[in-house]
């Protein structure tokens, strides 16, 4: 990909974009293919997944047969590279010595960033989640509704290619017609679920993910994403052309080098680059929003992470994408005289109610999977089905001890074996070893099943981030200071997961591999779920909200922010699907006010 | 420590991070009172944040193997033990498990596998039981393990193979014997002869995805 060095940069832009992931990806693939001139800043190195994806290794090709390390937490062929939970001389730091008021911050450096791993699940909020706060009394409500948002999961939905079916649960909104891509059938695991769990009221449906189950239509897609726009039209059909169609193999967390999944460097950022209209600089870490007298942003200023010089890029919009708690840094570090608690913080919001998402997880054993025929369910390298929150009634009822849902992911099933194959099963086998031991291993093989809980968490007040007053990273900016508490309701809630898990199991013939734990002991840690939201929260005035409806700062009009900072709630559904649709409907907003001459 | 050194800081967070699920309270709580002396360094010496994933590694090509080749030959001989031929696949060390076995003991990592586990204790527990198997060999046969007749083998694996019946004084070397048979476990059944083995049929291309076969629809009472 055609990605330039800082000397090669343009005097000035008409928008430079923080990031490359799925915010930044989309905010510059709108914008370039409406004629913006965009420069994009990554943090990390230039990545392309075509070249660098561990497509068929297994695992006996990679150190300590692929296991998870500290160097990499997710498994060896783990997309991430140069980033993770840790990395040397970026530090951030925790106001807690208790675990569980700790923050884990996951940052990929690197082109694309976290939308390289990401699972890919793309699920819409609905119309309660905009409005939590009118529902039942906790949060806030966000300044849109559900109708403000729909057009732009439709039009990401078939940017990025979307599979699944509508099945017209409350809260979980179809979409429109023609827009999502066949489901693939469901494994065996799946629809033993899906028979079972009926049984206990549990509705285990085809889930949705960005991965091409068929190719896109190339055809008819573009024009209706880029009316009027031939040279849009032209270039995303032949970006679309040049996707493959999933080939049913692989773990979609490795990456796609045949692009069948979405990451931002398969499918934005290609059309993006063959407008013409999109530089990329990388191993440009920003460190501050430039501003002139009169408050209004004029550039940014970066450090070239290669070799530690400083770069002043200048555009006339700037719009921060490098992930919600980096925005927050960044406009925590834009300090001036007229913005001595950063630029856009004069509310004070600026860290404030960062939210991540909840979860709690339990596995379990079938024997009715044991020693099933042979065949193969790699399918879409990620799961096929899932279960929706489906007890809205009953919360309403006042018959749940917590509010606000939670969606359930789960998995097991013949999946290409790891370092943990035929690990831990004593207690089936009595200790076996020898030839008794390869045969229990070929029984139990593909009769684990493990169930996650993916829930809403409540923003609060003791969860927020701010500058560290003595900790700097290795270019000598200041690094964010995270504070994190749970609270009752997302306690309580992992414990009623683990019921539903339990229950699942049994209605389906298994066992738990334990009883129940207590909230506090199975809860994932704050940000381990990488749904990383707020912090820069959206609403309807300066004084409630760093940002409005569109991510435009209410303090500087030409500054946006398109990650997930602008989030006032955090749904069950997970937030990349609707960061890219909220990216795209604030890229048109910054194209009319740019046309308009307002900003 | 100095609190503004950056990559102290970062070390101290990762280890922080190491023991986030941990049950050993012991060492939360030396963390907590800023007893530095008993962290172990950042991972240093492993392969980084940005290896290379295409490439076909070797153990031993990215940090140096401890095995001595007196623990070698016993770890070769408990593969064969826990994972011999039979007429669907050859034995554990016929493909290498004894080279993977080694590279994981030799790990520069604190852990390894999952972030709750204490690498540097579960490598004693693999070191201390490769010493004991050939101690108790000795003791009860007169020779190294590897060099026992395969009745002897067994008969001292059949004291330390299930933890949960094992008698008190073979506890610790059935603990051992436990995590030995995960590792040969992984090791074996990630080589292209343990999938085919294990009756793993993926990781190839295929032109559509067709679900579970009739066969399997029927045995689950889907069909």
């Known amino acids: 990909m055609p990605i330039i060095t800082a000397s090669k940069t343009q005097p000035s832009y008409d928008v430079i974009v923080v990031g490359s992931g799925a915010a930044g990806g989309q905010t510059a693939y709108t914008l370039t293919m409406e004629g913006a001139k965009v420069l994009m800043l990554e943090a990390g190195r230039s990545y392309d997944p075509v070249r660098e994806t561990p497509m068929f290794n297994t695992p006996d090709q990679a150190p300590l047969r692929g296991s998870n390390t500290p160097d990499k937490y997710f498994g060896y062929y783990d997309s991430t590279v140069s980033g993770g939970w840790d990395i040397p001389g970026e530090p951030y730091t925790s106001a807690s010595n208790e675990i569980e008021k700790q923050f884990w911050w996951w940052r990929a450096r690197m082109l694309g960033g976290r939308s390289n791993h990401w699972g890919r699940i793309s699920l819409r909020n609905g119309n309660y989640d905009f409005k939590p706060k009118s529902r039942d009394g906790l949060g806030f409500d966000w300044p849109l509704n559900y109708e403000d948002v729909a057009p732009y999961y439709d039009k990401v939905e078939m940017l990025i290619g979307v599979y699944g079916t509508n099945e017209g649960l409350e809260n979980t909104p179809n979409s429109s017609p023609g827009v999502l891509l066949p489901a693939p059938k469901l494994r065996a695991n799946e629809l033993l679920a899906q028979k079972h769990a009926k049984k206990i009221g549990v509705p285990v449906i085809p889930i949705h993910r960005a991965v091409l189950s068929t190719k896109q239509d190339a055809d008819n897609v573009p024009q209706k994403l880029h009316p009027k726009n031939a040279k849009a039209q032209r270039i995303l059909a032949q970006a679309m052309r040049e996707r493959s169609a999933c080939f049913w193999a692989t773990d979609c967390g490795r990456g796609c080098s045949i692009k069948a999944n979405y990451q931002s460097t398969t499918v934005h950022l290609p059309p993006a680059l063959a407008t013409g209209n999109l530089d990329i600089v990388t191993n440009a870490m920003v460190r501050e929003v430039s501003l002139d007298d009169n408050g209004k942003a004029t550039g940014v200023i970066c450090i070239d992470k290669t070799t530690g010089t400083l770069h002043h890029f200048k555009a006339r919009v700037i719009v921060l994408a490098p992930s919600s708690a980096e925005s927050v840094r960044i406009l925590l570090n834009s300090k001036s005289a007229r913005f001595p608690q950063g630029v856009a913080n004069s509310s004070g919001l600026v860290g404030k109610y960062i939210m991540d998402t909840v979860g709690g997880g339990l596995g379990g054993q079938v024997p009715l999977l044991e020693s099933l025929p042979l065949h193969n369910e790699d399918g879409a390298g990620g799961s096929h089905a899932y279960v929706p929150w489906w007890l809205y009634q009953e919360q309403k009822a006042g018959k749940l001890d917590f509010p606000r849902g939670y969606h359930i992911e789960f998995g097991g099933g013949r999946m290409m074996p790891n370092s943990n194959t035929a690990t831990n099963i004593d207690r089936f086998t009595q200790g076996s070893y020898g030839k008794e031991f390869k045969a229990d291993a070929r029984r139990y093989y593909g009769s684990m099943v493990g169930f996650a809980g993916r829930g809403e968490m409540i923003p609060n007040d003791d969860s927020f981030c701010e500058l560290d007053p003595t900790v700097k990273d290795k270019w000598g900016t200041p690094v964010l200071k995270f504070h994190w508490k749970w609270s009752d309701y997302e306690l309580k809630q992992v414990e009623h997961m683990q019921r539903t898990f339990t229950a699942i199991l049994e209605s389906m013939g298994g066992k738990a591999s334990r009883p129940v734990a207590p909230g506090i002991k199975n809860i994932e840690p704050g940000g381990k779920i990488i749904h990383e939201v707020g912090g820069t929260i959206m609403g309807t005035t300066a004084r409630n909200s760093v940002t409005n409806q569109w991510g435009q700062t209410w303090d500087v009009k030409n500054l946006f922010i398109t990650d997930g900072g602008p989030f006032v709630s955090n749904a069950d559904k997970n937030p990349t699907l609707t960061i890219m649709a909220l990216a795209w409907r604030a890229s048109d907003y910054i194209l009319g006010e740019l046309s308009r001459g307002n900003i | ?223």
């Open chain 2, 1 to 223: 420590m100095n609190p503004t050194d950056p990559i102290a800081i970062d070390r101290r967070m990762a280890i922080k991070w190491l023991f986030a699920a941990a049950s050993s309270l012991t060492l939360m709580d030396k963390l907590h009172a800023g007893d530095e002396a008993p962290l172990p360094q950042f991972e240093a010496g492993g392969y980084g944040l940005d290896s290379n994933l295409l490439k076909t590694y070797k153990p031993g090509e990215v940090w140096p193997l401890i095995l001595t080749p007196t623990q070698r030959r016993a770890t070769i001989a408990l593969c064969d033990i826990i994972i011999p031929a039979d007429n669907h696949s050859p034995s554990a060390s016929s493909v290498g498990v004894q080279d993977f076995i080694n590279e994981w003991v030799s790990a520069p990592y604190s852990w390894v596998g999952s972030p709750n586990s204490n690498h540097a204790e579960a490598k004693d527990v693999i070191l201390y039981g490769l010493d004991w198997i050939d101690s108790e060999s000795k003791r009860r046969f007169g020779a190294s393990f590897a060099d026992l007749i395969s009745s002897q083998q067994h008969a001292i694996c059949d004291d330390i193979c299930y933890t949960a019946t094992a008698k008190p004084e073979f506890k610790k070397a059935a603990t051992f014997f436990s995590k030995f048979r995960n590792l040969t476990a992984g090791g074996f059944y990630t080589t292209p002869v343990g999938m085919k083995d294990i009756g793993y049929v993926g990781n190839i291309p295929l032109a559509s995805f067709d679900g579970p076969p009739p066969e399997v629809l029927k045995k689950l009472g889907l069909a």
